[in-house]
């Protein structure tokens, strides 16, 4: 979908109330959970091009709210965010293209790649450190178009933090061997082959460090890969598109690997006054640790650096496939429109324990304690049924849209309808996210 296509269908949208040209992480987790089936700017993550799909805007929130809070006690979320895109055109006064756009992004946590980074690691000399939250958090980007309106782009992200954390007093003190780091580079393209058919490939190289064994950035290894691609299939027909996608990932971190495969197919189809969307995916993920230990008592995962010359990997193999589908459609104004979405995986999962772990793992001391897998099996797994991230099985939420400038996005808690209201306190919104163009 190049930017006439984005552009023309955000004006046939902006008609109907729904404005999907511009939309926020909010939709996306209320309405599907994943954007691999539908263009929407949180696309510019998967593929820095799309970039110039979405120039000239402002997107800024709150972040995530998913903490439990005490009732009287009062927790802002924790990780906001804002930045916007900017383009200015370099072809004729009729055409949109060429055209250049620049970009940045301020705070937002790179959750694909966080997910990687375990709570504690112990060092050479035996001290357990906390690993740090990474402060720097700031995405760029540079994208240009051709004549035809085929878009390129290029990304970067840093996340870092060394030698120091939060303290008691909640600023930022010294603190040894504090590190941990985030890094990745990547290039995408947006191709229009026909008015029928278009495709995105992006390919990003990422470097995922923590702990104080780790600093040199060029240590052997420890570089993942990131693959990405997907294609537009315009369908009369449905009046909508058909989307094959994939998705592949190479995860090098300190005593993590990871080889993650994901292709699937779905469809968008623009209804009266709304939207939808369905997607399936078959899934493959292997992962591989040693000396990542999950501590039952506090509910952390360590690793243990200090055995790298004698590896002993654990192995844990999902195989299965992923439903997912969304649906938003204007209700009572031209300016409301709710949203609900979900995904369901159901995976195959092996578990392998290396013989050197099996006794560690079922020691009798008092301290519960294991890898990615306790024990060897088999058995079925799913993602999280409610647990109000963006992973678990259904999301509701709710947008505004004002005069196709100022559109506001929410994520509704999932337990607000069945809240007691004479209970106590709670949250009403799990994420609130905000954009406007110009």
Not at 199 to 227: K, M, T
Not at 252 to 274: S, T
Not at 407 to 420: G, P, S
Request: include cysteine; charged fraction near 25%; proline fraction near 3%.
């Amino acid at each position: 979908m190049n930017l006439k296509t984005v552009a023309a269908v955000g004006t046939a949208f902006g008609i109907l109330g729904v404005g999907s040209a511009f939309a926020t992480f909010a939709r996306i987790e209320s309405m599907g959970k994943n954007t691999t089936y539908i263009m929407d700017d949180v696309s510019i993550f998967d593929n820095a091009a799309n970039i110039n799909l979405y120039s000239n805007y402002l997107i800024g929130e709150f972040g995530p709210y998913t903490d439990r809070v005490e009732v009287g006690a009062n927790r802002d979320p924790q990780h906001p965010n804002f930045g916007g895109i900017f383009s200015i055109a370099v072809g004729g006064d009729n055409n949109p293209d060429p055209r250049i756009s620049i970009g940045g992004l301020f705070g937002r946590i790179n959750t694909e790649l966080a997910q990687y980074l375990p709570d504690a690691v112990i060092g050479d000399r035996g001290t357990r450190t906390n690993v740090p939250e990474t402060v720097t958090n700031f995405d760029g980007f540079f994208g240009w178009t051709l004549a035809n309106g085929s878009a390129w782009g290029l990304h970067v992200y840093i996340g870092t933090q060394d030698g120091g954390d939060k303290g008691e007093d909640g600023n930022y003190q010294v603190k040894d061997d504090a590190f941990a780091s985030i890094v990745q580079a990547d290039g995408g393209m947006n191709y229009q082959f026909s008015n029928y058919f278009d495709l995105e490939f992006s390919l990003a190289l990422a470097r995922i460090q923590y702990g104080p064994e780790h600093h040199n950035f060029f240590d052997d290894g420890n570089f993942s890969w990131l693959i990405k691609s997907r294609a537009f299939f315009t369908l009369d027909a449905i009046n909508g598109e058909l989307v094959p996608a994939l998705n592949l990932k190479f995860i090098d971190a300190p005593g993590l690997d990871e080889k993650h495969a994901q292709v699937g197919v779905g469809i968008n189809v623009a209804l009266d006054r709304g939207f939808f969307w369905m997607g399936l995916d078959f899934i493959y993920n292997k992962r591989k640790a040693h000396d990542w230990i999950f501590d039952v008592a506090s509910k952390t995962w360590t690793y243990d650096s200090r055995n790298e010359d004698h590896k002993y990997w654990d192995e844990r193999t999902d195989i299965g496939g992923m439903i997912s589908f969304g649906i938003e459609r204007n209700i009572w104004w031209d300016w409301f429109v709710i949203r609900v979405g979900g995904q369901k995986s159901i995976l195959y999962t092996d578990c392998n324990v290396h013989n050197k772990n099996i006794d560690r793992y079922k020691k009798d001391d008092g301290k519960k304690e294991y890898g990615i897998c306790k024990d060897d099996g088999n058995f079925f797994s799913t993602n999280p049924l409610a647990d109000g991230t963006s992973r678990d099985h259904v999301g509701f939420g709710f947008g505004i849209n004002i005069e196709e400038k100022l559109k506001i996005d929410v994520t509704v808690a999932e337990d607000l309808l069945f809240r007691n209201p004479f209970q106590g306190e709670g949250r009403l919104f799990s994420r609130i996210s905000a954009t406007y163009s110009f």
